[in-house]
């Protein structure tokens, strides 16, 4: 990972989601980031049915997807359990998949002999509401020969296609007739590194629809785990600040806000949003679900630099991508419109916890370029990690050597650059916007959102002032 989790301005800024991780990190040992994402899924559970983030003609919903990818006995399976805990605390159902079984996701009939007849009533599958769905042992979904998990992928698949299309619906014929099940679940998968996961990582599709965190444990920090548990030996756990309760007002608070925000939108009552009409066939309310529809492009308001900022990060990523082959090039780009979604949908759930955390309650709904910033700087991470990985499974290296060029292209720009000396400063010093216009030409003429990105990554090489409105940077020597 390219930084502590401590060092992430989210967590900096927001001591609530800070305990979280470190109640989180309490459990399942140096296992932080998985900590973070937990929240963002218990969030994005906590508001499915009532959060559409607009995207052009369509939306995302507010789900969180985690698919964790580490070495046996590292701390998964606990770290469920206390994700678990929380969810449940909050109100919303938890279930666990293990058979492998199409049937199990999607729902069966269950016929009945009566003394009027045969009746026939249908059984709910693991995808079926809402809910949050753990697979532990995802390994079982890399069987790529047996058919049945075929089909249980692509379900799965579907399930994570945004609520309240038609691409979330799940379908199957049979013979005693049709079953479509609407899927709101939140997947949370974790696997141990087997042979082929790269292959059905790179292959399909439901994997570049969540979020990768893929975790290396060396021998080191099993030592160092092992040695963290036996100090906890007949040890009270540390006392934080906001606990198990604080979690669970928390998200009721985020929950019962947003409701009463749609409320205000479409001038209903409480009384009349519950009378809503209810699908018999479905079992959704599709009442609800098509008024949360017409009113999701007024519940945001953004900040003028949102959209500056988020085009500057996708260029960032693609970026990266453009220094492969063009084989490994395709493979990768597969997973950025994912990631860029999931900053989207990162930085509504920062811009809730930061209203949450300076009113009590949420207000203005307004998410900014802070934001978004805090979102990317988790995803890039994630990103990068998903990249190394595939570089070191697959051999790749081009990649690795560009970003360690960075440094040499940021000297070179440099060099190029008049050198001016500034009042009450010590040594030689250049214009920024020099600089940055040079370096951007020197590298294939980058946008200029672009180019602050490029030198937000690469500050530590600089030292910076300014004289009113003209900013100066000088290189820190080696």
């Known amino acids: 990972m390219a930084r502590n989790w401590e060092d992430y301005q989210v967590v900096q800024r927001f001591p609530l989601l800070r305990d979280y991780i470190n ?4 459990v399942s040992y140096y296992n932080d980031m998985a900590g973070l994402i937990s929240f963002f899924y218990a969030q994005g559970q906590v508001l ?3 959060t559409r983030i607009p995207i052009g003609g369509s939306h995302q919903d507010p789900r969180v997807h985690l698919f964790w990818i580490q070495p046996t006995r590292s701390g ?24 492998g079984s199409d049937a199990a996701l999607i729902g069966s009939w269950n016929k009945e002999e009566t003394s009027e007849g045969t009746q026939t009533t249908l059984i709910p599958g693991a995808l079926a509401g809402k809910k949050c769905l753990n ?14 998990l075929q089909e249980v992928i692509l379900y799965l698949q579907q399930a994570l296609n945004a609520v309240g299309t038609r691409a979330n619906i799940l379908t199957k014929l049979l013979k005693d007739g049709e079953i479509n099940t609407e899927s709101r679940i939140s997947l949370w998968l974790t696997t141990f590194p087997p042979d082929g996961v790269r292959e059905v990582v790179l292959g399909k599709g439901v994997f570049q629809r969540v979020l990768l965190l893929i975790r290396p444990w060396a021998v080191e920090r099993r030592e160092n785990v092992s040695e ?17 309760g604080e979690f669970r007002d928390y998200f009721r608070t985020i929950r019962k806000n947003y409701r009463d925000r749609i409320l205000s939108l479409a001038d209903i009552t409480l009384i009349e949003w519950g009378n809503l009409e209810f699908d018999e066939i479905n079992q959704i309310p599709t009442g609800q679900e098509a008024l949360v529809q017409s009113v999701m492009y007024d519940v945001w308001v953004f900040s003028n630099d949102y959209h500056p900022l988020l085009n500057a990060h996708k260029d960032h990523m693609y970026e990266l991508v453009r220094l492969m082959n063009e084989q490994m090039m395709s493979v990768c780009a597969a997973f950025i419109p994912n990631l860029l979604n999931y900053t989207i949908i990162f930085s509504v759930h920062i811009a809730l916890l930061e209203q949450y955390t300076q009113h009590g309650e949420v207000r203005d709904y307004k998410v900014t370029g802070d934001h978004l910033d805090m979102a990317a700087e988790i995803i890039y991470d994630l990103y990068e990690d998903l990249v190394t990985w595939l570089e070191s499974e697959i051999e790749l290296t081009q990649a690795t050597e560009a970003r360690k060029i960075k440094k040499e292209a940021w000297r070179k720009a440099y060099a190029s650059c008049k050198v001016v000396s500034v009042d009450k400063k010590e040594g030689d010093w250049v214009r920024k916007a020099e600089l940055l216009n040079i370096y951007a030409l020197e590298n294939g003429g980058i946008s200029r959102n672009s180019q602050f990105l490029h030198f937000k990554n690469a500050k530590k090489l600089f030292n910076e002032t300014h004289i009113g409105v003209s900013k100066f940077v000088q290189w820190v020597e080696d």
């Open 135 to 148: 697979i532990d042992e995802g390994s079982i979904l890399f069987d790529t020969k047996n058919r049945h």
């Open 23 to 26: 109640v989180f990190g309490n």
């Open 48 to 50: 499915v049915d009532l």
């Open 76 to 99: 998964k399976t606990i770290g469920w359990e206390h994700t678990g805990e929380v969810i449940e605390e909050i109100g919303i159902d938890i279930a666990n998949f293990t058979t």
């Open 228 to 244: 963290r548990r036996m100090n906890t030996a007949f040890r009270k756990p540390p006392d934080f600040e906001h606990g198990i």
